[in-house]
């Protein structure tokens, strides 16, 4: 059974910015492409970006130059450096394992003066 677990959220100003974190359980952790996606209110979930085994990474156009994702295998974790945030970013923030039905419980980005 694999687990994962997504925190770093909170409230932040227009420009500011966070770090996600995804804990995820489980032996193989290194093996899977990992992916953040964002739930805003009355909006379908969307994914924000991706890294694979190997490091190579994808992000959607709205956060490319201001969000970076990376992992640490050896912590079963994946982050998202969100920088430069803006309201439209505000949504709650879960972290999937590519195209499994594993998910986490969210996290909440609330981006607001």
């Known amino acids: 059974q694999v687990q994962l677990v997504e925190s770093g959220g909170g409230l932040v100003q227009p420009g500011g910015s966070l770090r996600l974190s995804c804990a995820g359980s489980?032996?193989?952790?290194?093996?899977?492409?990992m992916d953040w996606y964002r739930q805003a209110p009355g909006k379908q979930r969307e994914l924000v970006a991706r890294?694979?085994?190997?490091?190579?990474?994808n992000y959607v156009d709205s956060v490319k130059g201001r969000f970076t994702i990376s992992r640490d295998n050896g912590k079963n974790t994946v982050y998202l450096q969100m920088n430069s945030l803006k309201p439209e970013d505000t949504a709650v923030y879960y972290c999937?394992?590519?195209?499994?039905?594993?998910w986490g419980q969210g996290t909440q980005v609330t981006v607001s003066s």
């Open positions: 999937n394992i590519k195209g499994s039905s594993y």
């Open positions: 489980g032996s193989f952790f290194s093996i899977f492409t």
């Open positions: 890294i694979d085994s190997g490091g190579s990474t």
